[in-house]
């Protein structure tokens, strides 16, 4: 038998907890400590933090950094925030102590256009250790980025490329259905966007991957926020929206060549959704659509995405990689043996 | 300006011209060669041949592989028999000549489970070289195995994975129409069968990839072939079927343990089908399917996928490579630029 992957969790929120458990699953795996800031969590055990019926798992989760990386560790599975900015510092520790870091920071998913210069000091810190980091998720990561390149595989020629995602919020944890609004009026969404409080990250680093994947020449990514106003009551297990009151976001990004769209992502996140799916479209020599009714689901998805991608990011070249070029599929259970 | 791809087209039946074409629109490539032993081929112009608009292309087809591989290569572009041994030859002079091989050939999709000493050799004559070689299309390559991969990606547990594949062949061309039996009888369509003249190939490679990549642990694969009878009149361009007669194949691959199905690939390629669409479907956690709506056609997708699998096989590390670790995407208009 092989050495288990040795991990990380940096991050213990509600996706890296998701994560956390599933890294419990993979037999190949060995979980060897956890990092989160937060008091409420530092030193206690990271099996009772994220609700595992195992726990105790004996594995301590520290406010710090690098008393968990003083250890050995292959690979840490990075989930502190969207903004690329912000977690440089962590993930750049992570790297300067030998890690791959697999990352649900929307904005490392594909860095290159918004953060030329951070792109390039990752890249460089992670060859310097002979190591690799990626962003991944669901949204960025899959839906409107992988799933179009994926697709764009059997095209000959592609002129315009779409990506609809229409998520059901109902059944979504309370946070995210606040999240996106759910619950207020018009003007108090507004100004939550013009707060850049309400937002979901991503849909521009989407459009770029897809642009370059494509070859498609835009000159410009913009994007716009609408609130979706519910027609009638809609019930969740947490709130109740009336008619008139905001039921979620509406949110589109478009890469545009001239003023043309080239690249059109639409994001319809909001409870009472009745067609929840996730769809993409291109045109070109065929014309091409793919769908997966229900939609993928979020919170699931998110994490299996992250834990899917270890071994993607074990065996890739060193320095930063995108989703574009790591070939994703599943974790299998056993893949040491 | 780096320098140009250089390309041999191995190879010149339908998919193969279909192919040539399609690597002349590509700005970044430069055809340098063709083989084909066909007689009627073989000392002609490549762009004559391919009938393409802008014939001649000043492109020599040969009869002899190794008279054109003694020229600089990057690539050759395979296409001349689903069968591994049949083609193994012309593969090790393709490699040993220091290219890399994108190949049509089915059973080199993911050749491992059937033949694992041809695998091997072929590993072996690639790392030599330094060069790798891999086997793709739609269907081995994309509808039943990467796209099942793909979709395997946002899943934390997998327990099952069925691909479905309804063709419409009225569309298709008629040495296809004749190959799934449109016209025969049932009692002539058994016969072709079990000559092995009826056959779609590549199944069973589809199971193992997706056995291999899911870690569903299989202990047998098998294959049935059945004819789909006409239940009304069928008229396609080149052909008329009448009731009672053979419509096409209707084939089915299982991958078992003990068995129960862990993996069901369906096959119904027929004139006049109804509502061809590709449908992947996972059951675990979560239950998840994918649809492309009327299908990814045959011909346009199957010139594409081997054409756009050039950027991936030329920086894959050395060796035999699948779809399974290969990153597919699109083959931009300018990826050298």
Known sequence: MRKKIRVVQFGVGPIGASIARLLREKESVEIVGGVDRDPAKAGRDLGEIVGAPDAPWGVPVSAHAHTVLEKPVDVVMHTTSSSLAAVMDELLECLSAGCCVVSTCEELSYPYRKHPELSAKLDAAAKEEGVALVGTGVNPGF???????????????????????????????????????????????????????????????????????????????????????????????????????????????????????????????????????????????????????????????????????????????????????????????????
Chains 1, 2 share one sequence.
Do not use: C, W
């Open 143 to 337: 839906v409107m980025d992988k799933l179009v390149l994926v697709l764009s595989a059997v095209a000959q020629r592609v002129d315009f490329a779409k990506a609809v995602r229409i998520v059901d919020a109902s059944k979504r944890r309370l946070p995210l259905q606040k999240k996106i609004g759910a619950g207020m009026t018009p003007e108090e969404f507004r100004a939550q966007v013009a707060a850049g409080i309400i937002k979901h990250h991503g849909l521009p680093e989407s459009v770029a991957m897809v642009a370059d994947g494509l070859g498609l020449v835009i000159d410009d990514i913009s994007e716009t926020i609408e609130p979706v106003i519910a027609k009638e009551t809609v019930k969740t297990p947490f709130l109740e929206v009336a008619p008139g009151q905001v039921a979620g976001v509406h949110q589109i990004a478009r890469g545009t060549s001239k003023g043309q769209d080239k690249i059109f992502m639409e994001l319809q996140m909001y409870v009472g959704a009745k067609h929840p799916a996730d769809t993409v479209e291109l045109r070109g020599e065929p014309n091409l659509s793919l769908t997966i009714p229900g939609g993928t689901h979020g919170d699931i998805a998110t994490a299996a995405i992250a834990v899917n991608a270890i071994p993607s990011i074990l065996a890739a070249p060193a320095g930063l990689r995108t989703v574009r070029d790591l070939p994703l599929a599943f974790f299998p259970p056993h893949p040491l043996s």
